[in-house]
């Protein structure tokens, strides 16, 4: 019997939206799983890009400048690695050499108009019926709710950056 997949979103203004799909990431190659990593909007260096050295089963790439824009009108710059990103995370779902892709930041990049909606619904609407894909990202639209299989809404309730005004930590936060 074929495995069906499903599409799974992460959002909200809480943490651990990367951190689940890392989990999910981690498990699948566990299990034997090939999975496809795509970072929107990362350029820096983060704990997880050692991942594919420890876990042969998965391939990450980075889709951002070494800058994370939050506000204000993106560059040209972030808008054509995020449209590259885009076409590359597209590639790796159709391609057939993996089980799980991963689009992490995707929703973010809408709503800071690095890509469009009606990109990332074509994305969705793409997925073949045996891939998992997991969208990730704050401010997931109505629309990309729609469409998913599963939602999770990360809600922030108490964080130390509010209290103790921390920058990220290596290995927690980055």
């Given at each position: 019997?074929?495995?069906?997949?499903?599409?799974?979103?992460?959002?909200?203004?809480?943490k651990?939206k990367?951190?689940a799909s890392?989990?999910?990431?981690?498990?699948?190659?566990?299990?034997g799983?090939?999975?496809?990593?795509?970072?929107f909007?990362?350029?820096?260096?983060?704990?997880?890009?050692?991942l594919?050295?420890?876990?042969?089963?998965?391939?990450?790439?980075?889709?951002?400048?070494s800058?994370?824009?939050?506000?204000g009108?993106?560059?040209?710059l972030?808008?054509?690695?995020?449209?590259?990103?885009?076409a590359?995370?597209?590639?790796?779902?159709?391609?057939?050499?993996?089980?799980?892709?991963?689009?992490?930041?995707?929703?973010?990049?809408?709503?800071?108009?690095?890509?469009?909606?009606?990109?990332?619904?074509?994305l969705?609407?793409?997925?073949?019926?045996?891939?998992?894909?997991?969208?990730?990202?704050?401010?997931?639209t109505?629309?990309?709710?729609e469409v998913?299989?599963?939602?999770?809404?990360?809600?922030?309730?108490?964080?130390?950056?509010?209290?103790?005004?921390?920058s990220?930590?290596?290995?927690?936060e980055?």
């Amino acid at each position: 019997m074929e495995r069906k997949g499903r599409l799974q979103v992460y959002t909200g203004n809480g943490k651990g939206k990367t951190t689940a799909s890392l989990g999910l990431a981690v498990r699948a190659a566990c299990s034997g799983m090939r999975v496809y990593i795509g970072q929107f909007m990362k350029g820096r260096d983060y704990s997880e890009l050692c991942l594919p050295e420890r876990f042969p089963e998965i391939t990450m790439k980075q889709f951002g400048s070494s800058e994370f824009i939050f506000s204000g009108k993106p560059s040209l710059l972030d808008i054509q690695l995020a449209e590259a990103g885009l076409a590359e995370v597209a590639r790796a779902m159709l391609s057939g050499n993996y089980d799980m892709v991963i689009a992490d930041e995707i929703c973010v990049s809408v709503h800071l108009g690095l890509l469009q909606e009606t990109q990332i619904l074509e994305l969705a609407a793409a997925r073949p019926a045996s891939i998992e894909v997991v969208f990730t990202g704050r401010y997931a639209t109505d629309s990309i709710i729609e469409v998913a299989d599963l939602v999770t809404e990360m809600v922030p309730v108490k964080h130390y950056y509010d209290t103790e005004k921390l920058s990220a930590r290596l290995g927690i936060e980055k």
